[in-house]
Each structure stands twice: as structure tokens, then as C-alpha cells.
């Protein structure tokens, strides 16, 4: 089992920059997959951001697409989504999650965060 845990959201101004952090524990972190999903209040949890074991591959939601960049470091366990031009409808819950592939679609993952708030404001 992997223990995942977020940080870095906040209140940021449109237009402004946030980068989160996906801590993980257990041996095997660096073997899986990350995702990072955000979800919104009423919407349902979606894709953003994946990549692979090693870091040398990645996939991106349209949506965010040239403003976030997702990134991993497996000597200190820890994934990474930095993200630029924010917008208001970037609002949401973001969440990291461990799994064996890097997929887009939720149940491919096994492992969750409690997830971070991000609020950016017009």
C-alpha cells in the first residue's frame, strides 16, 4: 500500500501560480504511476495531469494543457503539479493518486490523497 498526501493549495488571483506537492510513503512508490484529478463542487472528479514510473512520459488535459506541468522526483517519493495562468475555473479539490499505469480515467488508480484546495479568484 501507498499513503499519499497533498499540499500547496491555496487563494490565488487569477492569472497567478500554485505548485502542489503529492508526498508518498512505502518502498514501491517510485513503481507506480501518478495522477493528479480535480473536482468541483457538483461536478465530477476529472482528469488533469499523469505520468509514468519514470518520469518520461506525460499526459495532460486538454483543459490545462501549457499551463500545468507535471513532474516527479522518486529519490524524496514526492510528484509535483506546477500550475501557471491560473484561471477561476481551475477551482476545485485537486488530488493525487498512485496506480499501475498512467491513465485518465479514476478507477485505474489505487491509491488516493485527501486532496488540496484550490480557489483562484476573478
Known amino acids: 500500500q501507498v499513503l499519499l498526501t497533498e499540499s500547496g493549495g491555496g487563494l490565488v488571483q487569477a492569472g497567478g501560480s500554485l505548485r502542489l506537492s503529492c508526498a508518498g510513503s512505502g518502498r514501491t512508490f517510485s513503481s507506480y504511476a501518478m495522477g493528479w484529478f480535480r473536482q468541483a463542487p457538483g461536478k465530477e472528479r476529472e482528469f488533469v495531469a499523469a505520468?509514468?514510473?519514470?518520469?518520461?512520459?506525460?499526459y495532460y488535459a486538454d483543459s490545462v494543457k501549457g499551463r500545468f506541468t507535471l513532474s516527479r522526483d522518486n529519490a524524496k517519493n514526492t510528484a509535483y503539479l506546477q500550475m501557471n495562468s491560473l484561471k477561476p475555473e481551475d477551482t476545485a479539490v485537486y488530488y493525487c493518486a498512485a496506480g499501475g499505469i498512467p491513465s485518465r480515467a479514476r478507477n485505474q488508480y489505487d491509491y488516493w490523497g485527501q486532496g488540496t484546495q484550490v480557489t483562484v479568484s476573478s
Open positions: 505520468i509514468n514510473w519514470s518520469g518520461g512520459n506525460t
